[in-house]
């Protein structure tokens, strides 16, 4: 079993900057798509962004198409989401996510990830 571990979330005045990792336990992170899903209470967990195996293939939500970056450095274990020119409505908790299976193309379903960390608190308020 997999483990996800999230960090870098935190309080940042709106318009600021938060860069989100995400560290994978084990030695197959380079084979599985990525992704980044967020919650806000009540509310379903939506998709923010997803990074293909070897990073030739994201997709990002609408929403923050534009202002988040993923990335990804396979080396490291680690996958990153880079949140600039922040808004209060990005508030939620962030979680990382790992394919279901190696070798899928990402997937912007929820449904396709079988893999959660325990997620990290963002908060955008002045």
Request: aromatic share 10%; glycine share 12%; with cysteine.
């Amino acid at each position: 079993q997999v483990q996800l571990v999230e960090s870098g979330g935190g309080l940042v005045q709106p318009g600021g900057s938060l860069r989100l990792s995400c560290t994978a336990s084990g030695r197959t992170f380079s084979t599985y798509a990525m992704g980044w899903f967020r919650q806000t209470p009540g509310n379903e967990r939506e998709f923010v962004a997803v990074i293909s195996r070897g990073g030739g293939n994201i997709l990002y939500a609408d929403l923050v198409k534009g202002r988040f970056t993923i990335s990804r450095d396979d080396a490291k274990n680690t996958v990153f989401l880079q949140m600039n020119s922040l808004d209060p409505e990005d508030t939620a908790v962030y979680y990382c996510a790992r394919r279901r299976q190696p070798w899928l193309v990402p997937s912007t379903e929820k449904e396709g990830y079988g893999d959660w960390g325990q997620g990290t608190q963002v908060t955008v308020s002045s």
